[in-house]
């Protein structure tokens, strides 16, 4: 069946850092692939998508490339802020409606 | 403009108790969904909503659980004689129509089965 693996948290990263959170999928068909966000408090916001091998989704100085060959959709940034910390989910859309997603990554950013 | 908004944020209910959940979805919009997040996971699907037509109920975890909508806008999830593991939060979302269209989340109702 369609399933998202991501790595598991927390990610504890000085502000300024490099981020990675590694997300790979297993799925039928040519699934649109996604990175939502949950800040503290909130609701589950949609970070960035993908919806075709190699489309790079980007958005907040986050990036993420759908690569077909590898099912994976890494999510990385340059230079992360305190404010960037939140809990971020992989996800995944078939051909029919539901989301899948992944059991989240929490991050932590040191000021 | 208003968002999808849940309600009650929190309930606490004892186990053998019926619960009802709100969704108000952004106005207009087509589709409904219904998620549960268990603590430390990622929302699992639970049904899905075209209108007032329920077109998936597949997520449902058992007939103790219901949702409706029977005015294709304001859905109620309810569920029967709670337990334990129906704790977790529940989260709606709703989007303009068909396709490939962003989900719009709301905050969610957190339950509390004791």
């Known amino acids: 069946g369609n399933s998202v693996t991501q790595m598991e948290g927390p990610v504890t990263l000085s502000e300024e850092a490099f981020l990675t959170i590694n997300c790979t999928y297993t799925?039928?068909?040519?699934?649109?692939l996604f990175w939502y966000v949950q800040y503290p408090g909130e609701g589950l916001q949609l970070l960035l998508k993908?919806?075709?091998?190699?489309d790079k989704g980007s958005n907040k100085g986050f990036e993420a490339t759908y690569r077909k060959e590898t099912t994976s959709f890494h999510l990385e940034k340059g230079s992360v802020q305190v404010s960037d910390s939140a809990v971020y989910f992989c996800?995944?859309?078939?051909?029919?409606?539901?989301?899948?997603f992944g059991k989240g990554t929490r991050l932590h950013i040191l000021p | 403009g208003a968002g999808v908004s849940q309600s009650p944020r929190y309930k606490v209910a004892k186990r053998g108790q019926d619960v009802a959940l709100r969704c108000d979805p952004i106005?207009?919009?087509?589709?409904l969904f219904w998620y549960q997040q268990a603590l430390g996971q990622g929302p699992e699907f639970l049904t899905y909503?075209?209108?007032?037509?329920?077109?998936?109920k597949s997520g449902l975890p058992s007939d103790r659980f219901f949702a409706e909508r029977p005015e294709g806008s304001v859905s109620t999830l309810k569920i029967q004689r709670t337990q334990q593991e129906d704790s977790a939060v529940y989260l709606c979302?709703?989007?303009?129509?068909?396709?490939?269209?962003?989900?719009?989340f709301g905050p969610g109702t957190r339950l509390t089965v004791l």
């Open positions: 979302a709703s989007r303009k129509t068909s396709g490939y269209d962003e989900q719009f």
């Open positions: 799925a039928t068909g040519y699934p649109s």
């Open positions: 993908a919806t075709k091998a190699d």
């Open positions: 996800a995944l859309k078939t051909s029919g409606d539901k989301i899948i």
């Open positions: 106005s207009g919009h087509v589709s």
């Open positions: 909503f075209q209108n007032e037509a329920q077109l998936d």
